[in-house]
């Protein structure tokens, strides 16, 4: 089992940055590969960005390609998400995800087990 608390969103203005964390509970954290998703208001919700176990492998959405970047701190237990050059359309809930076999990548919702409660994002134009 493993508790995910996402921090860090905010509202901020278009070409700002904003660093997203996932703190994570348990210590099979290191096992785990680690996702972020976002949802926008009537919108399904999406793949961001993805890394594996180790942080050897990472993938992204192509409209965050370049200005996002997913890591984790194994020892800390936690995953982040830096947000550079950021948009109006980026502006939705942020979600982090953990799937327990986390030699690969994902970008599927379905291949999840748990997941935080989110933190908004807001970019103004």
């Known amino acids: 089992q493993v508790q995910l608390v996402e921090s860090g969103g905010g509202l901020v203005q278009a070409g700002d940055s904003l660093r997203l964390s996932c703190a994570a509970s348990?210590?099979?954290?290191?096992?785990?590969?680690m996702g972020w998703f976002r949802q926008a208001p009537g919108k399904e919700r999406e793949f961001v960005a993805a890394?594996?176990?180790?942080?050897?492998?990472?993938y992204y959405a192509d409209s965050v390609k370049g200005r996002f970047t997913i890591s984790r701190d194994n020892p800390k237990n936690t995953v982040y998400l830096q947000m550079n050059s950021l948009k109006p359309e980026d502006t939705a809930v942020y979600f982090c995800?953990?799937?327990?076999?986390?030699?690969?990548?994902?970008?599927?919702?379905?291949?999840?087990?748990?997941w935080g409660q989110g933190t908004q994002v807001t970019v103004s134009s």
């Open positions: 890394i594996n176990w180790g942080g050897s492998v990472t």
């Open positions: 348990g210590r099979t954290f290191s096992t785990y590969g």
């Open positions: 995800a953990a799937r327990p076999r986390g030699t690969y990548v994902s970008a599927l919702v379905s291949q999840y087990a748990y």
